[in-house]
C-alpha cells in the first residue's frame, strides 16, 4: 500500500493519515467513480471479521454528527472500510489549548450524546469513547469511529442494556475530561489503542470513587456535578471491570439519559458556542514587495539594471522573424520595423554613456500612450537605398490582418426565418380551425333558438355576481407543530416538553424523534394529567385518518380535531395504544384546521422509561 495505490479498481489513496487504532491504517483517498474524496482504514489484526461485521451495520445509521460508512470490504487479504473524510480538531487537541467551560462541554457532550442515541435506536453502539473519537468542526460535533472502533477493540455488542450504559459512561467521562484534563472513564491502556497515541491523565480519586467535578472546578453547575458522582462511583479499572458493576451502579444508562442530564445546551447545534481556541488558525498570507522595482536607481542594488520598456505587437498583429537574436546586435541596439516591407532593421545607437554601461533605449518615436501602439520607420544606416526603398508615385495601406470573428448573422436568419414560418403555420391553423360550441356551461335554448342563463345562474342577479366554483380537491399539509403541557404551563415553572425537538415528527425523515420528557410511570406519577402534541394545517382541510410512526409500544393517546389552545376540548375522533405504524382511522372525515393527540397513559421504551416518542406523523 502506497501513494497512488488504486483499491478495488476504484480508490486511489493519496497519503497515510494518522490513526490512534494499532490494528488501522488510515489514508486519504479518492472515489474515481463518484469524483469525491473518502477515507479509507486498512484493518488488519486478529479482529477483523468484527470489525468489518460492526461496520457494515453502522451503515445503516445516517446522522450529521456521525462519520457515515460508505464501503466495506476486502480484496486481496486487504480488508478495508470506506467513511466520509472528516476534518475539524479532536477534543484532545481542545483541551490542549485550555480547559473547556461548563456551557461549552455541555454543548458537546450534548451534540454527541443525541447523535448516540439515534444509533442506539439503530442497534448500534460505540462502546470506544475517548478524546480522539470526538471532533470539533467549526461549529459542528462529530463523532468518528462508529462501528468500526468496537469491533477493532472486539468488544461483545449483543447485550443491549450493557452497551447502552457503555456509551453513557463514555459520554459523561467525556463531559468531566472536557472540563477538567482528566480522564475519569475506563482505562485507556488498552491493546486496541496505539501505543504512541496520547493517553490522557486520569482523573484523581478519593477512595474508592473519582474525585468531584465540583472539588476540581468550583464554577460548574450542580447537576453536572451529580452526573459525574452518580456514574463513578464504586467503578475503575478496564472497560469489562466497569461493564461488571454496571449492574449496582447508578447514572445514566443510555445516551438518552445523558441528553435528559445535560440538556438544555442552548440551539441543536453548537453555534457559536465554542471557545476561540477550537477553530483553527488561518495562516497568514505572505506577501513581497515589489516596489523597490519601480523606485528608480536609489533603492535598487548597485549593479542592477532598470526595468526594460514594455515590447508592444505590431498593428498588424503579427510578430515578425527575423534572422538574428535581438541581443546579437550588441547591447545598447535598438529595433524597428518597416511597414511597407515587413522587416525589421537595426538601428545604430546614439551617443550614450562611457563604455561598461548600461543605457535604456528610448521608446519608438512615433510610440503614443494613450492611442493604438504605433512604429516609426527607422532611419536606415547610410548608403545606396534598396529596392524596396524605393519611392513610388501611389501607395497602398497593407491589409489589416486579425484574429478571424465569428459571423453571427446567418445564425440570426436561421431563428428569425423559423420564428415566421411557426407564425404562418399558427395564424392558418387558427383561422380555418373550427368553431366551438355556442352553448356554454351553464346556459339553457329556449324555444326561440336563443340562449337563457340557467337556474343559479348569477347572471340574472342584481348584483351582476357570478356562480361559485366547486371547491378544489383540499390535502391536509402539516404546516407547524407543537408539544403541549397545559398543567405545567399553569404552574409557572415548566420546562416543557422539549419544544426543540418538535420539527423531527413531522421532517418526512423517519430516523429523527420528538420526544417528551421523562417520568416516573405510566400515569405521569400523578404529576400530569396528560400531554399532548398539536399539528396544525396549512389550510383547513377533510381529515380521515393519522399514522404515528414510533418505536414504543403501549400506553393510550386520543385523537381530537381541536385547536392548540383548548387541547381536551372537542370529540374523541379515535384513541388506541401507540405501536409501530400505528394507524387511528376516523368513522368520518373530518373538517379541521389543527389536531391534538393528547396522551392519557404513557408508553415504556426498551430502556424503561415513560416516555412519548414520535418519528413521524401522516395526516391524511
Known amino acids: 500500500?502506497?501513494?497512488?495505490?488504486?483499491?478495488?479498481?476504484?480508490?486511489?489513496?493519496?497519503?497515510?493519515?494518522?490513526?490512534?487504532?494499532?490494528?488501522?491504517?488510515a489514508w486519504s483517498a479518492h472515489d474515481q467513480i463518484l469524483d469525491r474524496p473518502v477515507r479509507i482504514s486498512v484493518v488488519s489484526g486478529e479482529h477483523v471479521a468484527e470489525a468489518l461485521d460492526s461496520a457494515r451495520r453502522a451503515a445503516l445509521v445516517v446522522d450529521p454528527r456521525l462519520t457515515r460508512v460508505l464501503d466495506v470490504g476486502a480484496e486481496d487479504g486487504v480488508a478495508y472500510v470506506v467513511t466520509e473524510r472528516y476534518t475539524g480538531v479532536t477534543l484532545s487537541e481542545v483541551v490542549a489549548g485550555g480547559i473547556v467551560d461548563p456551557q461549552q462541554a455541555r454543548a458537546i457532550v450534548g451534540e454527541a450524546a443525541a447523535a448516540l442515541e439515534v444509533a442506539r435506536r439503530r442497534g448500534v453502539h460505540h462502546l470506544a469513547l475517548r478524546p480522539d473519537a470526538v471532533r470539533v468542526d467549526g461549529s459542528r460535533v462529530l463523532v468518528t469511529g462508529l462501528g468500526l472502533d468496537a469491533g477493532v477493540a472486539g468488544h461483545d455488542q449483543h447485550d443491549a442494556d450493557r452497551t447502552s450504559r457503555a456509551d453513557a459512561v463514555g459520554l459523561v467521562a467525556l463531559l468531566y475530561y472536557a472540563m477538567t484534563a482528566r480522564w475519569a472513564g475506563p482505562s485507556l491502556d488498552v491493546p486496541w489503542i496505539a501505543s504512541d497515541a496520547i493517553h490522557p491523565l486520569p482523573a484523581q480519586r478519593a477512595g474508592d470513587t473519582v474525585q468531584p467535578l465540583s472539588a476540581v472546578?468550583?464554577?460548574?453547575?450542580?447537576?453536572?456535578?451529580?452526573?459525574?458522582?452518580?456514574?463513578?462511583?464504586?467503578?475503575?479499572?478496564?472497560?469489562?471491570?466497569?461493564?461488571?458493576?454496571?449492574?449496582?451502579?447508578?447514572?445514566?444508562?443510555?445516551?438518552?439519559?445523558?441528553?435528559?442530564?445535560?440538556?438544555?445546551?442552548?440551539?441543536?447545534s453548537v453555534v457559536a458556542a465554542l471557545p476561540t481556541f477550537v477553530q483553527p488558525a488561518t495562516a497568514g498570507v505572505s506577501r513581497q514587495s515589489v516596489r523597490s522595482a519601480f523606485d528608480g536607481s536609489t533603492s535598487a542594488p548597485p549593479g542592477t539594471p532598470p526595468p526594460a520598456p514594455p515590447v508592444?505587437?505590431?498593428?498588424?498583429?503579427?510578430?515578425?522573424?527575423?534572422?538574428?537574436?535581438?541581443?546579437s546586435a550588441g547591447p545598447g541596439a535598438a529595433y524597428a520595423m518597416d511597414p511597407a516591407s515587413g522587416a525589421t532593421a537595426v538601428v545604430p545607437p546614439t551617443a550614450g554613456p562611457a563604455t561598461g554601461a548600461y543605457a535604456v533605449p528610448p521608446p519608438p518615436a512615433a510610440y503614443d500612450a494613450g492611442a493604438t501602439a504605433q512604429y516609426a520607420t527607422a532611419a536606415p544606416p547610410p548608403g545606396p537605398p534598396t529596392t524596396a526603398e524605393t519611392p513610388q508615385g501611389w501607395s497602398e495601406p497593407a491589409p489589416r490582418r486579425g484574429p478571424r470573428r465569428f459571423n453571427a448573422t446567418p445564425i440570426v436568419l436561421v431563428l428569425v426565418l423559423g420564428?415566421?414560418?411557426?407564425?404562418?403555420?399558427?395564424?392558418v391553423n387558427t383561422a380555418f380551425d373550427g368553431f366551438g360550441p355556442a352553448l356554454q356551461a351553464g346556459e339553457q335554448t329556449t324555444s326561440d333558438?336563443?340562449?337563457?342563463?340557467?337556474?343559479?345562474?348569477?347572471?340574472?342577479?342584481?348584483?351582476g355576481g357570478e356562480e361559485e366554483a366547486p371547491p378544489a380537491d383540499v390535502r391536509p399539509v402539516i404546516a407547524s407543530g407543537a408539544a403541549l403541557d397545559p398543567e405545567g404551563d399553569a404552574a409557572g415553572n415548566n420546562a416543557g416538553e422539549h419544544p426543540e425537538l418538535v420539527g423531527l415528527a413531522y421532517d418526512q425523515q423517519p430516523d429523527t424523534t420528538w420526544i417528551s420528557r421523562r417520568y416516573n410511570a405510566a400515569d405521569f406519577a400523578g404529576l400530569r394529567s396528560g400531554i399532548g402534541f398539536a399539528v396544525t394545517l396549512e389550510q383547513k382541510a377533510p381529515v380521515s385518518s393519522i399514522v404515528l410512526d414510533t418505536a414504543v409500544t403501549g400506553g393510550n393517546v386520543e385523537i381530537r380535531a381541536t385547536s392548540p389552545s383548548?387541547?381536551?376540548?372537542?370529540?374523541?375522533?379515535?384513541?388506541?395504544?401507540?405501536?409501530?405504524?400505528?394507524?387511528?382511522?376516523?368513522?368520518?372525515?373530518?373538517?379541521?384546521?389543527?389536531?391534538?393527540?393528547?396522551?392519557?397513559?404513557?408508553?415504556?421504551?426498551?430502556a424503561g422509561e415513560y416516555r412519548a416518542e414520535i418519528n413521524e406523523i401522516l395526516v391524511s
Open 1 to 25: 500500500m502506497a501513494p497512488g495505490t488504486l483499491l478495488v479498481a476504484r480508490y486511489r489513496l493519496d497519503e497515510q493519515l494518522p490513526s490512534d487504532l494499532s490494528d488501522v491504517t
Open 217 to 268: 472546578r468550583p464554577d460548574v453547575p450542580a447537576e453536572l456535578d451529580t452526573l459525574c458522582a452518580q456514574t463513578f462511583t464504586g467503578a475503575q479499572g478496564t472497560a469489562q471491570e466497569w461493564t461488571d458493576a454496571a449492574d449496582a451502579a447508578d447514572g445514566p444508562r443510555s445516551p438518552a439519559d445523558v441528553v435528559s442530564a445535560v440538556e438544555p445546551w442552548g440551539e441543536v
Open 312 to 327: 508592444r505587437r505590431p498593428t498588424t498583429g503579427r510578430i515578425h522573424r527575423v534572422g538574428a537574436v535581438p541581443g
Open 419 to 427: 420564428l415566421v414560418v411557426w407564425g404562418v403555420v399558427w395564424a
Open 449 to 463: 333558438g336563443s340562449t337563457a342563463p340557467s337556474e343559479g345562474d348569477g347572471s340574472g342577479d342584481a348584483d
Open 566 to 606: 383548548t387541547p381536551t376540548d372537542g370529540e374523541v375522533l379515535a384513541s388506541g395504544p401507540l405501536a409501530p405504524g400505528v394507524e387511528f382511522t376516523f368513522d368520518q372525515p373530518v373538517e379541521a384546521e389543527s389536531i391534538v393527540l393528547w396522551f392519557t397513559e404513557l408508553p415504556q421504551n426498551p
